[in-house]
């Protein structure tokens, strides 16, 4: 049983930066994805464990960088320019193995309880 664990959500003025952690005990292709208030959770970076390839929403991409610490089995989530439409509660999934279908939250058998970040105006 794979168990993750987030921290680092917060509250931040837009154009303000926050960094996530996702502390986990398996998987070899981890991602990142978010709920908005009144929305479905939506996909937003992933990344190959083994040699580091990375996938981002376009929404984000440029402004969030997603990484992994092997020795720490550790995902981050860097993201940087932040603005009010960023905020939701950022989950950490994961999944044995690559997949095309990474977007999709199905595809993933494992997720981590959440963090809120909070961007205001």
């Known amino acids: 049983q794979v168990q993750l664990q987030e921290s680092g959500g917060g509250l931040v003025q837009a154009g303000g930066s926050l960094r996530l952690s996702c502390a986990a005990s398996g998987g070899t292709f981890s991602s990142w994805f978010r709920r908005a208030p009144g929305k479905e959770r939506e996909f937003v970076a992933a990344?190959?464990?083994?040699?580091?390839?990375?996938f981002y929403a376009p929404s984000v991409k440029g402004r969030f960088t997603i990484s992994r610490d092997n020795n720490n089995n550790t995902v981050y989530l860097q993201m940087n320019s932040l603005k009010p439409e960023d905020t939701a509660v950022y989950y950490c999934?994961?999944?044995?193995?690559?997949?095309?279908?990474?977007?999709?939250?199905?595809?993933?058998?494992?997720w981590g309880q959440g963090t809120q970040v909070t961007v205001s105006s």
């Open positions: 990344i190959i464990w083994n040699g580091g390839s990375t």
């Open positions: 999934a994961a999944r044995a193995g690559f997949s095309y279908r990474y977007r999709s939250e199905y595809e993933y058998n494992y």
